[in-house]
């Protein structure tokens, strides 16, 4: 396999490997609730989650930078589970002893989202769609309740307090993330003394749900799909793998790709005998998400679109009403070149908190990755971040 099949098949679940100082070890945690009321009022049963912690916590509990992670993403933000790791976590370059997000000074940690997108990983701990429904015996499948990015919060929350934490240095988040840093700040003022937002947004606009939607249809229009229910019998991999390519091209700038995946050579062999034969360019990417299929669970990936769809901070009727509530110093990095979640939507936010006379920083992350700057591009604002984080 070639390193830039390599590369593809790591973008497709976005953990590739930043280069790193020296090695930090961390382990696999979990957490158990025995009940979860989601803000939509139901119940869920025997939730789990994992969840990762790389420094030191202390005596006063008051040093703890919380991760949230991204869409296909989790909690493996930084460092190695093994010596055999090939890869350390997505934000190596900046978690860790002397980096941006400091571990000889902070208490770090990452949870894995509700309804992860690859419940199939070894790594990965969540509760969705695929998990048993402690009532039936059966996956819970489209039983499972819908979930917001709030719902993500609040089970991290009730981590936070069951280690004797109640109050959050910064939270930190990239995408998906960025969703969960800014509700936190929104929903938990009392909480949240710093928000960062990477490559975000405070709600999410007509365009962007309507761009959320094609991965779901993906997935929907595969008959292995079957109305969720497939856990005994051919899962919808086809879906799966449309989707994720659609996500792995919408997160990266045509600038990249178009340096790094097949060129069109003319009129093609293979794509002059049947329209059904992939093109080179296509066979790249969907090669590499074909691959990464089986990792993913389908149903998980649909939840996963509705919470960000459904997403405005504070879960207010208008994003103004629900940045009202921030007390936080913000910081705001969204990607210049991002055509998955464009910068408007990051400068709209940070503009009303500017309008309300909160304390609010704004600047723009450069690179040829598109959204994907904001994790492989991210070192060039280490030392904006450090200050960021040292501020009183």
Known sequence: ??????????????????????????????????????????????????????????????????????????????????????????WDA???PGKAIDTNKYYVISVDSLVNAYPNLPSVITTGPASINPATGQPYGLD???VTIRDFVNVQKALLEDLGVRQLHAVVGAS????????????????????VSVIGAGSLDAWTIMGLEHWARAIRLDPN??????????????????AQAMITQGAMHPTYINQVAPQQETLPEKALESVTNELPAVEWLYGASRARAPLADANHILYLVRA?????????????????????KTLFLPSSNDLLLMPYLAEKTAGQLKEMGKDVQYEEIDGPWGHLNGLFSIQQKAKLLSEFLATE
């Open 225 to 242: 799909w079957n109305g969720g229910d497939y856990y005994d019998s051919k899962a919808p991999l086809e879906g799966v793998t449309m």
């Open 308 to 328: 960000n769809q459904l997403f405005v901070a504070g879960h207010q009727e208008t994003l103004k009403q629900g940045l009202k509530n921030i007390s936080a």
């Open 1 to 90: 396999m070639t390193r830039l099949w390599t590369i593809v098949i790591s973008v497709t679940v976005l953990i590739i490997s930043l280069p790193i100082n020296a090695e930090q070890w961390v382990e696999k945690r979990s957490f158990t609730m025995d009940s979860y009321t989601t803000h939509g009022g139901e119940t869920i049963k025997d939730v789990k989650v994992g969840w990762e912690a790389y420094g030191t916590l202390n005596e006063a509990k008051d040093n703890v930078i919380l991760i949230t992670h991204f869409f296909s993403g989790n909690s493996h933000a930084a460092g190695k589970y093994s010596e055999d790791d090939k890869q350390a976590g997505y």
């Open 94 to 96: 900046i978690i860790g």
């Open 144 to 146: 499972f309740p819908i």
């Open 176 to 195: 998906m993330g960025s969703l969960q840093a800014i509700e936190w700040a929104a929903a938990y003022p009392d909480w949240v003394e710093r928000m």
